[in-house]
């Protein structure tokens, strides 16, 4: 119980929280809408230096600074979106995963901002309760990712969801049915981005301190391999499969396991190794993730 | 006769080398339901993927008609002439794998207003006001589970068709919806079509090459071959027409 409630663990803890939230955006974006985004480690850092350059250099409160970073995030991603979410998925993917590059080398060059690889700091936490301080944000982070799910359970049987899940399917036919579907595409890119952003921002403060080696690609790979592992068709794969990676190695192993200190700076290294073949594993025995599609039901 | 539907002005298409489409002057949708026939790579699909804007033309325009008002189409995109009642059917089958057929047609009915990323809850009362609608084309067919996918091409075929119907348009371009119906199906998409054609005003344009369906069912037809429309008239005529005996139905036979 001590264990559960120390500093690390909460912060653990809502870091894991912080993964799920950006698996289950990734499958709105990549399972519903059919948006390849391989950059979502750059929207997630943008959110994440915007806010922690507003709250330090300019001072904003929070809240403020929250919402602004949101926006930004949105602005640069509506931008983004317009250039390349009318080429194909290749291109997508490569658009995205270069979006997220530059943002990596931008925190590294524009040392007057962002300090550089030294990194930015002390980001401060919005509010304090002395000791249970941490307790209190990860069921703030908590509540935003339960309203995320339930948001993203809805969407799948509404309208928008069906249309969605239209021009995953066939965008010209989708267009030939009168849907504006590259209007449509944008306009939920931006959206699905701001929340990456919010969860970037929302992540600052947890981290106190960042510097660009924290947001490489690593993150962006995390994700997918969760996404494919936990099951990209289901609302809940996000979560089970960050669990199965993320929290399997990064806590689990690394906080409960006792490893000699000689091994334990292999674990890392180790990780992604792991995660590869879990992913090859799965992908051959249960091409759809360990949750699986639902059997396509057919009453007669 | 009707007010035209369209008129098409020196259309030109090439892929490559190649004319697919080359046609000079050409009003479509007099007749309540009119045919296109023609041999194999005359064009006819090519056509109406330039009609409706899924292939861009190499030159030329086209103008089409809605409440006496003129639209120049041509450089519109495929989603806003279908919003504006140009809407085709199509001859390879095309289904959205994640739907199920009610799903499928509820999709069709939604409206823009409805589809909006936070207008998430509006799901009871789409289903509510759209219900009848899907209900009376269900029952029409006869789904068999019309909340599973559509198993058959024969199902995905009637969907199409269906979500076509369901957006109301003023002129329907169906590229061989027959195809692969069994027959008493495609008696009732014949039945219905005359219905729409009748009652709502709708104008229909069919390629089939299906014929005795042509004949029964149309009241225009436009021969088509190496591009061109080379003849117009009543199916009695275009029938008893040597070069469309020659070209197509297979030298003297008729």
Known sequence: MELLLSGYMIYSLSFLLIYIALATILHLQFSITGIVNFGIVGFWGFGMYIFAL?????????????????????????????????????????GTLAFATIIEYLTTTEKWATNGVMGLGTIKMPFDFGPVTDLVFFLFILVCLVLLILYTAKLKTSSYGRLLLSIKDNEVLSRSLGKPTFRHKIIFFTFTCMLIGFFGALSAPLYNYIFPRMIGPGITFTIWIALMLGGRTRLLGGMVGVVATVGLFDYFIETVVPIPTEYAEMVPNFKFALYGLMLILILMFRPLGILGDRKREVKR | MREKALHLKNLVKRFGGRTVVDIKDITLGTHGIEGLIG?????????????????????????????????????????????????RTNQIIQDFESLTIRDSLLLSLATSKQEKFYNIFNEKELRKSTEKEIEKYLDYFHFENPDGHALSAGEKKLLDIIRCMLLKPKFLLMDEPTAGLPQNQTEKVIELMREKTNEEGMSILIVEHDLDLIWKVTENVHFMSEGQILIQGTPDEIRNNKTVITKYMGGCDA
Do not use: W
């Not at chain 1, 930004?72 to 490569?94: E, M, Y």
């Not at chain 2, 639209?71 to 009642?85: C, T």
């Open chain 1, 54 to 94: 507003l709250q330090l250099k300019l001072g904003m409160p929070f809240v403020l600074a929250i919402v602004l970073s949101c926006i930004i995030t949105g602005i640069v991603s509506l931008i983004l979106g317009s250039i390349i979410l009318n080429l194909d998925d290749q291109a997508v993917l490569v």
């Open chain 2, 39 to 87: 041999p194999n790579g005359a064009g006819k699909t090519t056509l109406i993927s330039l009609i409706t804007h899924k292939v861009s033309m190499d030159q030329g325009q086209i103008l089409y008609y809605k409440d006496r008002k003129e639209i120049d189409i041509s450089k519109k995109s495929l989603d806003e002439i279908s919003r504006l009642g140009l809407v």
